[in-house]
């Protein structure tokens, strides 16, 4: 009985494959490039949603139980989702979990299509719903901004957003996937705070013990600023129109989805903060 984690290299299906391995529960990672990019010795298959003849090779070595999906980069990739759905459950699959976003709503092109399929196909199923990664402030491009300027680009002004830890997503993905009970809803996976990237800046400062300055960026401005760090237009509009949504509270809220699900409250950003210090390390 075995747990298939499609998006294996991502960082929450890494983390969900940690969990599973300590648990001594079976897990198969795919990616597009295969086992060679599978993490600590991980076992591994290549997959790619755009190519069929990949998906028969997954149930080739046993009972798959649960599947883990994120969204893949394909042009509307709940077509291909939902007939990859279709196609497990056939193989005998019973539960699916897909990590989506804050946007995704029920028969709304993107992530709310699969989750509608979930319903019309009366499978077990699990949506997960978190807001922003602390983990994207460890990702290149804030940390040289961090690191080497002292500073955070964003449009999203003094827009509230729950920060929520990779580690706290993939634990509710773990509980999820393995839970007797399956949930058969959606769970707004959220941080403990709501926070500002003011509020951001001033506990990094406190941890690096040097000042980190939030910058302000109109619309246009963000743009220019994410396409001269390297973003292509589309990427950096795109981002910029997550910003300027938060900016208007569209991430604002609350829960105790982590708590509930895994019996322990959600990662803190200062903790986080402490743990990925060095990251930040002006040297």
């Not at 989506?100 to 319903?119: N, P, Y």
């Not at 994410?226 to 509009?237: E, F, M, N």
Request: charged share 25%.
């Amino acid at each position: 009985m075995t747990i298939l984690l499609i998006g294996g290299t991502g960082k929450t299906a890494t983390r969900v494959a940690a969990s599973l391995a300590a648990a001594k529960k079976p897990f198969l990672l795919t990616s597009r490039r295969g086992p060679d990019a599978a993490p600590n010795g991980y076992p591994a298959v290549k997959f790619d949603w755009t190519l069929e003849s990949t998906w028969s090779k997954l149930f080739e070595n046993g009972h798959v139980e649960a599947v883990y999906m994120m969204e893949p980069h394909v042009p509307q990739p709940w077509i291909p989702m939902i007939k990859f759905v279709d196609f497990a459950k056939d193989k005998g699959v019973k539960r699916f979990v897909l990590c989506a976003g804050t946007t995704a709503a029920i028969g709304k092109d993107g992530m709310g299509r699969v989750w509608e399929h979930f319903i019309e196909s009366r499978v077990d199923y699990c949506v997960l719903r978190p807001s922003w990664f602390m983990e994207n402030l460890v990702e290149p491009g804030l940390v040289y901004t961090i690191s080497k300027l002292s500073k955070i680009f964003t449009a999203a002004q003094d827009g509230e957003i729950p920060f929520v830890s990779a580690d706290d997503i993939a634990d509710v993905a773990f509980h999820a996937l393995t839970d007797e009970k399956s949930y058969n809803c959606d769970l707004r996976v959220l941080g403990p705070e709501i926070l500002t990237y003011d509020r951001i800046a001033e506990i990094l400062s406190k941890v690096l013990g040097r000042r980190i300055e939030h910058v302000k960026l109109d619309e246009a401005g963000r743009i220019d600023n994410l396409v001269q760090a390297g973003l292509s237009d589309h990427y950096a509009r795109f981002v910029t129109r997550l910003e300027v949504l938060a900016s208007q509270d569209f991430e604002k809220a609350t829960g105790d989805a982590v708590e509930k699900a895994t019996g322990h409250l959600p990662k803190s950003f200062e903790t986080f903060a402490e743990e990925n210090k060095a990251v930040w390390s002006a040297s």
